[in-house]
């Protein structure tokens, strides 16, 4: 699940991305990796025929829920924690060691299915921040500060000088900057342009104060922009900022000395995509899972569980037959901004993105203090309803907890997963999520149990997102709504609008306009 800071600068990282996808894409191709795409993916009517399953039976719910069970839950899980702790940096990020295991491991598990399967690679590269030791100085005293993800590296000391305004204006950074260290209050604008502002005025680093209390990090966004590159850049608590601008406008000089030992890398890195061998390409069914963590833990919960939830339904539902194509998509650059469904979605034709006829999206499903969360097809909770067919999948999944006796509640499609290409291509998408940072309110601690005012994940984004502390119980609830889900779709796509040929917004796919939750944006800078 993406952070909501990343979140905000979506537009700028993904504008870069898709450059960078149209590269890669390229090379591909004369390099002859030759995967069949065609891009259409398969597009042409029946497609796939029934070789591998003609005397399966067809898919059944009761027995494909019944196949997901608690302990190869758990293998799956602590096999993708143990990718992540036989590398120093102890995590799965996008193209490291840890993530590239779980990207072998993904597609051996699913070529062990007797040819059930046709198992594709789908390279793409983007810039990712892996990580920054740093130290600030203050006129000589070692001080307290943040970093920013993609800051620029270096060992840089000048004096401080105030920016005008917000910083948000190239006019804003004054001459005297020059060789000296910006002193840039937050908001109005995103932090990547004060940085790259600063470089362009000269200075050989940036100090950014917060405006609400508290001490300040974030990202910077992935680079190139077209401003400049990033200079040094920390963040420093309201306090702080406010402490220096007043003695400064005192007339008292202060000097600064930044060093910052960032490791921001070009990484090539794939996302796996599997295609049942049976059942009809032009109706498929699509599911997705992110295969990457951030850098500051393993990624177990979020989202180990959506991969190995989607990947033991995957084993399963090789027993069946089906009528509708299933094809899970395991996406590689998630927490760097939906980089490889976004990759995915691009090289699709037209005709390829009309054959899904629904997109279900998983990205943690065992939280701690889990709740019960349906993606708000209909709009109903949040008044940013998916496209048609979205209401129908929503009902589907409260059917499933009804059924299983358990409370639900609704999550906002506001961007920050995956199923983002999918819902801005026009097609009906939905799933389940147990929470990510947001605090548990006193009316979900009824509905669900756990405890209220804590979050419902404590370890999002951390080095705790471990297998000790999944739970167990929400994991299987949710693994088997996945098996239901499969089991409904993969039969008929009866219960949804017809399918009708989505229109690309802009031709090619790229630029496309990106709905951001507001509550992103406003946080993001
Ligand atoms: C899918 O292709 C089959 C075989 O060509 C065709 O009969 C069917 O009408 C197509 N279905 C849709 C929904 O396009
Ligand atoms: C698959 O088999 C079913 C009967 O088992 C048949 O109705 C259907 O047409 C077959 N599909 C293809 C593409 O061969
Ligand atoms: C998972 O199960 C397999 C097969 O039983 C076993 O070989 C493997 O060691 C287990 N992995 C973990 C991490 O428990
Ligand atoms: C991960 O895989 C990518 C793509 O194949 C490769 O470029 C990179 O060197 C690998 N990284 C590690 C740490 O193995
Ligand atoms: C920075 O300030 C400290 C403390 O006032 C001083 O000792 C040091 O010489 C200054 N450094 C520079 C490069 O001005
Ligand atoms: C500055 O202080 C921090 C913790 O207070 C420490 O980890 C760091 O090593 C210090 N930096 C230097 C260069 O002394
Ligand atoms: C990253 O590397 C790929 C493959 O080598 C290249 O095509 C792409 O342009 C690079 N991206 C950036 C931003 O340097
Ligand atoms: C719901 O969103 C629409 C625009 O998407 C807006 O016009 C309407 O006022 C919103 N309703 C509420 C209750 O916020
Ligand atoms: C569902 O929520 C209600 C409160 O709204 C609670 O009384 C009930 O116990 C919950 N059911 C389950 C299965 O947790
Ligand atoms: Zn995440």
């Keep these: 699940m993406l952070d909501v800071m990343k979140l905000a600068v979506a537009i700028g990282a993904f504008a870069a991305s898709a450059t960078a996808s149209a590269v890669a894409g390229a090379v591909d191709l004369r390099g002859g990796y030759g995967y069949g795409y ?141 060789g000296n260290i910006a002193l840039i209050q937050r908001g109005a604008c995103e932090f990547g342009l004060k940085s790259a502002y600063a470089g362009a005025s000269g200075a050989k680093g940036a100090l950014i104060y917060n405006n609400i209390p508290g001490g300040l990090d974030g990202t910077l966004g992935v680079p190139p922009r077209p401003e400049g590159d990033y200079v040094p850049t920390l963040g420093l608590s309201q306090d702080q900022g406010a402490e220096l601008v007043a003695s400064i406008a005192a007339g008292t000089t202060h000097n600064a000395t930044l060093i910052v030992d960032a490791q921001v890398e070009n990484r090539t890195t794939h996302n796996v995509l599997a295609t049942s061998n049976c059942g009809a390409l032009n109706t498929t069914l699509m599911l997705g899972a992110h295969t990457d963590s951030v850098a500051a833990g393993p990624g177990i919960n979020d989202d180990g569980s959506g ?106 499609f506001d961007g920050r997963s995956d199923y983002a290409p999918f819902i801005e291509n ?54 088997k709504g996945i098996a239901a889900s499969v089991a409904k779709y993969a039969t008929s796509f009866e219960s949804l609008p017809p399918k009708g040929l989505k229109k690309r917004s802009v031709a090619g796919g790229v630029g496309r306009k990106r709905r951001a939750g507001k509550k992103g944006r406003k946080t993001a800078i």
């Design 307 to 412: 991969t190995i939830g989607i990947l033991e339904v995957a084993k399963h539902l090789a027993k069946y037959r089906v009528n509708n194509a299933v094809r899970f998509g395991f996406w590689s650059g998630e927490e760097e901004g939906d980089l490889g469904s976004n990759h995915y979605v691009d090289s699709l034709s037209p005709a390829g993105l009309a054959d899904i006829r629904a997109y279900l999206n998983f990205d943690m499903i065992a939280s701690p203090n889990f709740i019960h969360a349906i993606y708000d097809g209909d709009g109903s909770s949040f008044n940013e309803s998916g496209p048609a067919g979205s209401g129908e999948i929503e009902k589907f999944f409260e059917e499933y907890f009804v059924s299983a006796g358990e409370n639900f509640t609704a999550t906002a």
């Design 38 to 178: 065609g891009y259409g993916h398969g597009h042409g009517g029946g497609g796939h025929g029934n070789k591998t399953c003609k005397h399966k039976p067809l898919v059944n719910s009761k027995a494909l829920q019944a196949s997901i069970r608690a302990p190869a839950l758990l293998n799956g899980s602590q096999t993708l924690l143990n990718f992540a702790y036989s590398y120093p940096d102890r995590n799965r990020l996008m193209g490291g060691g840890g993530h590239n295991a779980t990207v072998k491991y993904l597609v051996s598990q699913l070529e062990a299915l007797d040819g059930y399967y046709t198992v594709e690679l789908q390279p793409f590269s983007a810039v990712v921040h892996a990580g920054a030791t740093f130290s600030l100085f203050i006129d000589g005293a070692n001080t307290s500060a943040g970093v920013f993800d993609y800051t620029g590296s270096g060992d840089v000391t000048g004096t401080l000088v105030v920016v005008a305004n917000q910083g948000c204006e190239l006019t804003d950074y004054p001459s005297t900057l020059s």
């Design 426 to 479: 026009g097609i009906p998408a939905g799933g389940t999520f147990t929470g990510a940072e947001q605090i548990k309110t006193a009316e979900e601690a009824l509905q669900f149990g756990g405890t209220a005012g804590e979050p419902t994940d404590a370890n999002y984004h951390g080095p705790g997102d471990t297998v000790d502390n999944l739970d167990v119980g929400a994991f299987v609830l949710h693994a």
